[in-house]
């Protein structure tokens, strides 16, 4: 397993934290309890939220930035996990091939748009992860430039979602890639983004 920013049993606890909040954010939302027990849940949710207040960091835990890169030199046999310990993003397991990278995710009831169709926001997401983790496997420490979508069905909920990015070129500081969703072999999403190099970190020199 790849090193975590935080020693591996406070990591690993986070992320079960953060798995356990993803399924109660989805029981909170398609739940139909009566009137008493809703009142109930809400008020022990809002006892383990002060109890976890008590002591905060700024930010969510994340991994290393160069996590990525390590695990594109280890190739396909590999699952690298992205949003492990953010419970608001679906995590995915990314395994990257050469210049390609891929996923698989089922989307529930807390991403719908259109009635039983995954939001189009959100699969935006999905190919700005899939294509910025991509290029960030290549260890260039690049940013969005344009991030250009074609939806081309509906992308429905509840089935997996076979998610693939791969890189088109690279010329200085720009890299372009491209990404796509599928669901049972047809492709719902089509992206192309243009990422830049930059030539200073600014969040590594603010924590330097």
Not at 68 to 77: F, L, T
Not at 81 to 107: C, E, K, M, W
Not at 132 to 145: F, K, N
Not at 154 to 166: I, M, N, Q, W
């Amino acid at each position: 397993m790849l090193a975590d920013t935080v020693a591996d049993p406070v990591a690993e606890e986070v992320a079960a934290l953060a798995a356990a909040t993803r399924r109660l954010m989805l029981a909170a939302a398609t739940t139909d309890v009566d009137l008493d027990e809703l009142r109930a849940a809400r008020a022990r949710m809002d006892e383990l939220t002060e109890a976890l207040g008590r002591r905060t960091r700024p930010r969510a835990l994340r991994a290393s930035f160069d996590d990525p890169a390590r695990a594109r030199e280890v190739g396909p046999d590999l699952a690298w996990p992205v949003f492990r310990f953010n419970p608001q993003a679906l995590p995915l397991a990314i395994r990257f091939d050469g210049d390609a990278a891929y996923a698989t995710t089922v989307p529930n009831a807390l991403y719908e748009g259109p009635p039983e169709s995954v939001h189009g926001g959100y699969l935006a997401h999905l190919m700005d992860c899939m294509l910025g983790t991509l290029v960030q496997a290549t260890g260039r420490r690049s940013v969005t430039g344009t991030l250009d979508l074609r939806y081309h069905a509906r992308t429905p909920l509840d089935v997996p979602l076979e998610l693939g990015a791969r890189i088109v070129s690279t010329t200085g500081r720009k890299t372009t890639a491209e990404a796509w969703v599928e669901v049972e072999g047809a492709r719902t999403v089509e992206a192309r983004g243009l990422f830049i190099e930059l030539q200073e970190v600014p969040w590594e020199a603010a924590t330097s």
